[in-house]
């Protein structure tokens, strides 16, 4: 009988039945044996499910200059002074696909290429002449995955799960190349982060809320992904993330957290816009050192908001806002004020002034060094 209202709710959109926590397998259970696995070159495949899902990679950009970018197939471009409006390119992609082994996407003036030996990516895209990227992320830290496969099941029978949530992260990279606008070229050579993520199922079923954090600096990478699912999945909480530097995973697992420690609200909604934060990471190194993790502070002002119904597509307004019921709002904030991306993703972006700090501790040995935090926090229902 789940199986069958489940199936009703993913046909028409509509919000799933209380199946409890026990119909998400978190792939916390997997990171109590195995934290996390280091990615091969198969493992970055793209899956392109035929049913309805949100697969992204999602390149972060952090140039030697202060600029913040992000990159998929859409750009956008906060710009440091406060007072240029922002960049948004967003453009319908034609004649799109992948290669043989589904490592590289292409479409018509577009193309992210895995390298032969899967350690960095080239993002290319013509598709607007507002926005023209030229852009190579190249792995400085080995990637990973939390648990065995960096999945979460949904489903009341485990053995047939009708939902997955997986991220595979490449935590420290090194970026080169630019992004040319018409006032003129942005140099984004500096540090990077990447991230392959596949939501295999309607996306405001699996997660009602999300806070995403990537914080680099000279020695360090420190990065999560946190999401809340919906009531339907007992409103569980799944972080994965971790810690790394040059050439290593210091830890990687499931053991993290993100809480706002002030929330001020936003006065054009009801969503809980959050004004500052505490994000922790607690693990161990491979050879079983203790070691934690802290990013805490005021995220000042925010980069964007984006209205997620105001930006997507008609018919996906009617699955989500009107049968559904959500108003999904992402909230933006970084350290610098330009930000560069493409590919669809609606939320709010933080980067704080003056600069937060990474406390790490590893084996009672602590460090504390300044670096670049981007943040966002999602709100969908």
């Known amino acids: 009988m789940n199986w069958l209202k489940q199936q009703a709710a993913n046909i028409a959109g509509t919000q799933e039945p209380i199946y409890g926590p ?25 899956v392109a499910m035929e049913s309805t899902c949100v697969e992204t990679q999602t390149f972060y950009l952090m140039a030697d200059s202060g600029h913040i970018g992000m990159a998929q197939f859409n750009t956008k471009i906060f710009y440091p002074d406060g007072k240029t409006p922002n960049l948004w390119s967003s453009d319908a992609l034609e004649n799109y696909g992948f290669d043989d082994p589904q490592l590289s996407f292409y479409a018509d003036g577009c193309a992210v290429n895995l390298n032969e030996d899967a350690t960095s990516y ?22 990973f995955q939390v648990g ?10 485990h053995n047939n799960p009708w939902g997955t949530m997986r991220h595979a992260f490449w935590p420290r990279c ?7 606008t018409k006032a003129g070229e942005v140099d984004f050579k500096g540090r990077g982060f990447f991230v392959h993520a596949l939501q295999g199922m309607k996306p405001h079923h699996a997660a009602a809320k999300w806070n995403f954090v990537d914080f680099q600096s000279p020695t360090y ?5 946190e999401y809340t699912t919906p009531p339907s999945y007992g409103s569980s909480v799944v972080s994965v993330g971790g810690l790394a530097k040059d050439g290593e995973i210091i830890c990687a697992g499931s053991a993290n ?19 500052a934060v505490k994000f922790l990471w607690s693990g161990k190194t491979k050879d079983g050192k203790p070691v934690t993790a802290e990013v805490s502070g005021s995220l000042g002002t925010r980069l964007d908001r984006v209205d997620v119904m105001a930006e997507v597509p008609g018919f996906v307004k009617k699955i989500v806002g009107g049968v559904a019921g959500t108003k999904p709002y992402i909230y933006q904030a970084s350290l610098y004020s330009i930000r560069a991306r493409m590919l669809l993703t609606l939320y709010t ?7 937060l700090r990474l406390k790490i501790n590893i084996d009672g040995v602590e460090e504390v060094e300044e670096g670049t935090l981007f943040s966002e926090a999602t709100f969908i229902s």
Do not use: C
């Open 349 to 355: 972006q933080y980067s704080p002034q003056p600069r």
């Open 22 to 46: 026990s119909a998400l397998q978190s792939v916390a259970k997997q990171a109590e044996t195995t934290p996390y696995t280091e990615l091969r070159k198969e493992d970055l495949r793209w």
């Open 122 to 143: 080239s993002i290319k895209s013509a598709t607007n002449e507002a926005s023209i990227v030229n852009l190579i992320v190249e792995q400085k830290a080995p990637g």
């Open 174 to 180: 090194s970026v080169e190349g630019s992004i040319i």
């Open 148 to 157: 065995k496969d960096g999945k979460s099941y949904f489903g009341t029978d």
């Open 221 to 225: 990478s420190a990065i999560m992904m």
């Open 257 to 275: 957290s993100a809480s706002h420690t002030d929330v001020k609200g936003d006065p054009e909604n009801d969503w809980p816009e959050p004004g």
